[in-house]
């Protein structure tokens, strides 16, 4: 299985409070990607870098940004998080743009509820 | 319209049974397509590419069909190991586009 972890694995929160999520990989690899995955819409990409401070948007980016500081680690914000936030939260990783390498491989998710 | 599109199921098969999944996407300028299983509550993974000429893995074999814009995956001699939802996976340009899985249930 791919290095990615992802911290925190499951979060409450209260409408209006700031979140951060952490993915980690021991990969090495270029590409990261945040999706989320909600019932009757399948996995819906959120923003993705492509190198240390390169990010760009998904298709649903709107409420949230993302940091690349460091290879191994791309950060998830909601600064003031909302009820249609509630979603399970999933990283993933891959070597090469896709089209070069298509695959792939994903964290093992972060449940977000807001209250 | 959905991008890609799939029969949500549940699909409740026999162990033994064959059982097979298709959906339809949107984009006709798609250019990789796959299929990933997710078990409940976990992430997903990679089953396979699917490749226009037809590609098999076992017990599992996938078919593309770009002029219907029509994907399929086949699942022979089912075990209860593949209850999952499989998923049809699309790439166009820098982006993999998800469907809503096809979930299975194979019973003893």
């Known amino acids: 299985d791919a290095g990615i972890t992802q911290s925190p694995r499951h979060k409450v929160t209260e409408t209006g409070t700031p979140v951060t999520l952490r993915c980690h990989q021991t990969e090495n690899h270029r590409y990261m990607y945040w999706y989320r995955q909600d019932p009757g819409h399948g996995l819906r990409l959120i923003h993705y870098?492509?190198?240390?401070?390169?990010?760009d948007k998904g298709e649903v980016s709107d409420g949230y940004s993302v940091s690349r500081s460091k290879t191994e680690d791309f950060l998830l914000t909601l600064e003031s998080a909302t009820s249609s936030q509630t979603s399970v939260y999933f990283c993933?990783?891959?070597?090469?743009?896709?089209?070069?390498?298509?695959?792939?491989?994903f964290g093992p998710g972060t449940r977000l509820t807001v209250l | 319209r959905k991008e890609v599109e799939q029969d949500p199921g549940p699909f409740n098969v026999p162990e033994g049974a064959t059982v097979a999944f298709n959906c339809t996407y949107s984009?006709?300028?798609?250019?990789?397509f796959f299929w990933y299983r997710q078990d409940c509550r976990k992430e997903p993974k990679l089953l396979m590419s699917?490749?226009?000429s037809g590609n098999e893995d076992g017990r599992f074999t996938a078919q593309l069909n770009r002029a219907s814009q029509y994907i399929s995956l086949l699942i022979r001699d089912s075990k209860l190991s593949d209850s999952a939802t499989y998923l049809c996976v699309v790439r166009a340009g820098n982006m993999l586009t998800f469907g809503g899985g096809t979930r299975l249930m194979v019973k003893p």
């Open positions: 984009n006709s300028a798609s250019q990789s």
């Open positions: 993933a990783i891959s070597a090469s743009q896709p089209g070069i390498t298509d695959t792939q491989y």
């Open positions: 870098s492509y190198g240390v401070k390169d990010t």
């Open positions: 699917v490749y226009s």
